[in-house]
Each structure stands twice: as structure tokens, then as C-alpha cells.
């Protein structure tokens, strides 16, 4: 059961983006796996991919596209992940980017292929062959909520959302989906991400956006601290809107990025609460820390670390746990004396020892809930980091335990 | 249900040593919680303590009183950590130093305090005050098993291990100790652990000898990652052997070596197969590394990985989990073309990709064991490394959800 999270309504149309979705029998159990997302001339578009050594073959070849051309087809097939397949999965993606390409009626470099799903098996690229051109008659802006739905593997619920605000009195939209629920400690991106706007922006104040947006979103997030082979994450501005384009970092760039920043971080939150087993949406916040690096760092250990995980799926304020993983964050200067840690607004530790007012019962009343706050209050410079994270539950060992079976 | 580990046997006394064990009431459940290692004037000690910064009272005395005098006693309670309690928990600790000085007879500065069991708790003092008298009284030198059995907490079964070796026609004994079975990323030592030979040996050679062994034995396993407070592992040497003392590094040093090393890795390897949860006992090997530093890190990173440990549990040979932990492994440089991946002698990755004559069927058969060897062939270096580690089952997330209920 995902943590509040509740199927995405009022999804608005980007103008200039269209999406389609179907079943091709890359899923065996026939549910929608080919989702198509095609861009309108004169877009610009900005994407960043994972950061493990081995890429699986669509990433690779994603970003050598990129580098050529503006791309008008993103080509994303949940079921099969397409990686750790070599040469073979290589061709395969170049093959699939052939199919959409004559399909569409555009040309292969213009497509950027996407996969997710189990590694290590071969894409069947027939699955393709017999549907694409039904699906590009699909071709649709209302089909947001489709393409969620398309690209999800172990999600239970499609992730997306839109936001609109004003830039000179003129409205401009944001439309983002996202997966992933497994195997979740992106590193540049999430499984996968595609939002798309129809405001006019600059390409190297859109790549500067991405990652800027994509740093506090999907890059502070956490189920499993597993990497994935297959991380991107797509940025889409078609221009379409009426309002001036965005060329410079005025006032008119914060408004852009504060918007945008709000939709990855909506769509990051939404793998948290929809991560494998989870029944518990957690957030990790370090303040007071000598720089962001050491925030995050202490952040994302004590978010990794199995003991606070099924602490926090006991409901347990074992407070302990959390004091052993800061104890081994991989940080140059910690003074363990110093530092105070809360669950929401309750003090578990003061000084580095036991807070002397705490009492079990305020930290369980904590602990109880749902969504909960840890806060590591280092005292001692002026940096912070947020993390998001899940509990360990028995789903999640039940769920990876029985993933291909 | 350990994996494959017995109840010890056959454990032979140390001349110098003797142990005793009692029930003191820190566990409510009646069982053994204090224990006694007393030491013959003379001897010769080194120890190593947890790198985690946040070290538990009694690791920062037994640290101090070591640095000023030889060590008399050994006073290690389980059920209670005494870590993150502050000043109380190092007035207590300092407080059962002098109730055992007293009842033994030596100085307080004589006697190393070691505590394990739940973090943040007060040390009940009045269980010292109790039966530490009683505890004395029953010192012997044939107690191992009885002062196994007394440091265990999660742990399931005892470990312990005696090994005899010569050294110029003159035999020598080595006993050693250990517990632990969750909160497993040891930091320069485990849990707890405790080993003595009658050998005669120079002060800074034992501790180089400690220092080696405990590197590639505690420092070498893992369970969930997590570096206990409390880590501690002693080494001491009596001198009560007829043999020659080791004064340099000579032949015999190399033989007491490799004796010393492989108590410490069958105590270390004990740890793992009573993992919490454990259904296997599994071997990371990473060769062909281009530093030692590499192949560690890289060993960790699979160990680490919670998709690799649930699909070890599901004996699902998953192999792209592993390849996904390599590819996110934080070293320098990794050509992914190049390496290969073995489950015990079966080849799974061949350059980076799935080895052709590979199948499930081969793949599953060393799977379906309950020792399992995965094998990361870097071929880029000479260097490597093991790291043994235990699956994530249910029951790891059991033991962890309920531990302080």
C-alpha cells in the first residue's frame, strides 16, 4: 500500500507534446508497455542519466542522439530493461529507434529510446514491430495519465502531476510522470522521469534547471541505495506558450525553476511513498552542517542503513540506530557531543546523549504515524540536506524475493 | 536457523586465562549476562575498538585504561550497550570497574569494561553490585564455552574456536570468542571478540598480528552495514608456552600468524552464518582488482546491496543486481567491457555482458545452495579481496522490527 498517494488527477496538456500508450506483450500479463511521447518541432529538450558504470544500451544511445539532434520521439518500453544484454541489446535499441523513426515518419537519430524493467534478458524487439505504428496513431496531449500508467514495472500507483503559474500575466503549464519504486538511489535521475512545459526557455538555462531541480528531487531520494542501470530523466520545453522566453536568470527564471523544482520533487516523493513495501514516507533533513556534502552524506546514510529502516517500520524510536549510522557517515569532522536529532518536533537527543526530558511515549507517538521527520541538528556550520526515504518491510524482502519469479 | 554452525567443541584452556559467566538479571529472561576473563599478571594485550565517532562509554574507558597499565580482568555484560548514555553511562561504567577491582583484587585501571546489547539505556550498576563477587568465584580456566555463550545477545549459537600449533617442537594454543549477528559492518573489529594464545610474543607484534588478522576476519564481513558503537576485539598472550618467545618477524612469527588468522576468520565466518535472518552464507570475491582498496569496495558494494541480498535469499540468480551493484561501486576507474562474474564455478557475465553458454538451469543449481561463492573478475590488476556476508530474508526484518519489543 503506497503512503498517501492517490492515483494523479487533472493532468493538463502540454501544448506541442502528444503521448501514447499500448500493449505490445513485452508485459506478459498483457498490460500497457510501449508508451510514445512525441515532441513538436522546435522543442528543446535536456536529459541526464545514471551515473552506475554499466548503462544499459538505451542509455547509451539516448545520449549520443541527444548530442546530434533535438529529439521528436521519446520511445520508453517498461518490462525489459534492456541492459546487461550487450552487443545484442545494443542493436536491438538501434532497431527499436528504426521502428518508431518509420513510424512516426522522423528519423532514428530524432528518437531516444528508454527502457526499465528486468535486466539482463533480451528486448523483444517483434513486440515492436507488430505494434508501433498502431500506438502512433494513439498520439494524443491528453494522454498524461496513459504514459504514467505505460512506463510503470513494480509501481502500484502512476506517478504525475502538473502546476501552472504566471510569467508576465501569462500562464505556463508543467506536466511531469515518473516511476520507479525498486532499486531507487538514482544518481543524476530517477528510474524514470519526463516532464514537459510549454514555456520558452534558453537550452543552457534548461540543462542548468534539470540539474538543479533534479539534485533536490530524484537525487535526494532512497529505497534500497541500489543504483539503477537505466536512470534518466527527460526535460522538455516546447515554447508553445505565449509568455516572453526565458533567456536570462531574471525573475522570470526563479519563477520557472521554483515551479518546476516543485513538480520533481512532487514526482520524487511519489516513488518514496510508492516504494516497494513501504508503510512508512520518511524524510531525513540535516541541518547545521559544515557543507551540503556532509549533509547529505550523513542524510542518505542513516536513510540507507537496514536497522533504522525496520526500526521505522516497528514504529520503534530507537533512537540508538539512528545515533550508530551518523556515528558512521564517511564525513572528514563530526563533534557527536554537539549534535541533537527529533523525531517531528520531539528531541530524542540532545548533546549526543539521551535527551533529558525525552520520553518514550512522545518518541512512539512520533514513530506512529505515517510520515514522519528526522531531523540531525549538527551544530555546526550553516549547510543542510533532505533526504527521502521508506521503511523495510517484509513486502519489500517479499517483493525482491519474488521479482522474476 | 544458523548455516551450518554447530554448538563449539573441544575448546581448549589457555594458560593464564581464566573465565567465568553468571546471570546478573541485565537480561530479563535469566540468562548468563556477566562475564569474566581474568588474565595472569605478566601477559601481554592489544586491542582494537569500532571507528564508528560515536563510541560507547565502555569502549572509551577500556581504551583509556589499556594505555595506562596491562589489563587483569575482562568484564564484558550483554543485554545492555551502556552507548548514548552520556556522563551516567560513563560513571557507570567506570563505577563496575571498580565493584570487579574490588572483588577481584586489582586495581581499576586493571580491568577493561565491554558492554553489548540495546543502545541508549541506562546500565543497571546494582547488577554488578549483585553477583560480581559470585561471578569471581567461579574463574576457570576450562570456562570458554560457558563465556561464549555469556556475550551472546541476537545470536543464536556460541562461536568459539581453538586451534594448536608448534613452534620449535613446542606446542602452542590459541582460544578465541566472538558474538554478534546484526548491526554487522565491523570497523576494525566485531561485536565482541576475545582471543588468547599462551604464546610468548613482543608487545608491538601482537598488535601488528591483531591488526593483520582482524583485517581480513572481522573487518571483512558483513551483515546489514551497520558499524556497531560497541565494536571490540582483543588479542592476549600469556607467555605460558614452553616455546620460544616471537621477538621478531620470523618463521615462527609467520606460523602464529597464520594460525591467529584463521581462528579470527572462523570467528568472523561465525558471525555470518548466525547473521539475523541468515538462510546462506555467502563469499564475495573480487580479483583482479587494480588496488585492494578497489576490491573491497566493490565486495562491500554487493554485500551491501539489498536486491543482491533478497535475490540471494529467493536463490534467484539475478545476476544483473550484481552487475547493477558493481556499476555502482565508488572507485575510480572500471572498464565494464572487460570483467566477468562467477557464481562458484559457473560463469554468468563474461566482458560485462551475459556469458553465452550461460543458463538459468546452471545458474539456479548454485543458487538452490546454501554456500554460495560470487566471484567479480575485474581483469584489470593483481589485487583482491573476500568479503563474506549473509541473504535478507523475512526473518532479518523480523528480528529488527521486534528487538526492543
Known amino acids: 500500500m503506497p503512503v498517501n498517494l492517490v492515483e494523479p488527477e487533472n493532468l493538463l496538456a502540454i501544448d506541442g507534446v502528444r503521448l501514447s500508450a499500448g500493449a505490445s506483450g513485452i508485459k506478459k500479463n498483457g498490460a500497457t508497455d510501449i508508451v510514445l511521447i512525441e515532441i513538436c518541432e522546435g522543442a528543446r529538450c535536456s536529459a ?37 544484454t550487450g552487443d545484442t541489446g545494443y542493436n536491438n535499441a538501434v532497431n527499436t529507434c528504426e521502428l518508431a523513426a518509420t513510424a512516426l515518419g522522423c528519423k ?67 506536466t511531469g510522470i515518473a516511476k520507479g519504486s525498486g532499486m531507487i538511489k538514482p544518481n ?78 512532487t514526482l520524487a516523493q511519489a516513488i518514496i511513498r510508492d516504494a516497494e513495501g513501504a508503510t512508512k514516507f520518511v524524510e531525513v533533513k540535516v541541518t547545521n552542517a559544515l557543507s551540503y556534502a556532509d549533509a547529505k552524506t550523513i542524510a542518505y546514510t542513516v536513510a540507507h542503513s537496514p536497522l533504522v529502516k525496520t526500526a521505522l517500520f516497528a514504529s520503534d524510536p530507537n533512537w540508538g540506530r539512528i545515533l550508530a549510522a551518523v556515528g558512521r557517515a564517511e564525513i572528514d569532522k563530526l563533534d557527536v557531543d554537539k549534535l541533537s536529532i527529533f523525531l517531528d518536533d520531539v528531541c530524542i537527543v540532545k548533546n549526543g546523549g539521551r535527551a ?19 531531523t540531525i541538528d549538527l551544530v555546526e556550520g550553516d549547510d543542510s540536506a533532505i533526504v527521502w526515504t521508506s521503511d523495510l518491510s517484509y513486502d519489500y524482502v517479499k517483493i525482491n524475493a519474488e521479482y522474476r519469479t
Chains 1, 2 share one sequence.
Open 48 to 84: 541526464v542519466f545514471t551515473q552506475n558504470r554499466f548503462r544499459a544500451a538505451p542509455v547509451l544511445i539516448s545520449e549520443k542522439h541527444l548530442e546530434k539532434t533535438p529529439p521528436r520521439l521519446l520511445l520508453i518500453n517498461s518490462g525489459n530493461a534492456n541492459a546487461g
Open 108 to 174: 532514428r537519430e530524432e528518437v531516444l529510446p528508454f527502457s526499465t524493467g528486468v535486466i539482463g534478458e533480451n528486448l523483444p524487439v517483434e513486440c515492436f514491430e507488430n505494434s508501433l505504428s498502431d500506438i502512433v496513431g494513439l498520439l494524443d496531449s491528453n494522454n498524461w495519465l496513459q504514459a504514467a500508467t505505460g512506463i510503470m514495472t513494480t509501481d502500484t500507483v502512476a506517478k504525475a502531476v502538473s502546476t501552472q503559474f504566471e510569467i508576465d500575466g501569462e500562464t505556463i503549464t508543467i
Open 188 to 265: 543524476m535521475a530517477t528510474m524514470l522521469g519526463y516532464v514537459a512545459t510549454d514555456a520558452s526557455i534558453d537550452s543552457d538555462l534548461l540543462s542548468e534547471c534539470l540539474k538543479s531541480t533534479v539534485e533536490s528531487s530524484f537525487n535526494s531520494i532512497t529505497v534500497d541505495g541500489d543504483t539503477s542501470t537505466n536512470d534518466s530523466c527527460v526535460l522538455i520545453a516546447t515554447g508553445k506558450a505565449k509568455a516572453a522566453g526565458i533567456n536570462v536568470k531574471d525573475q522570470r527564471y526563479d519563477t520557472f525553476l521554483k515551479a518546476l523544482n516543485k513538480v520533481m520533487q
Open 356 to 374: 533529558a526530558d525525552y520520553t518514550e511515549e512522545a518518541g512512539q507517538r512520533v514513530m506512529s504515524q505515517d510520515e514522519i521527520s528526522i
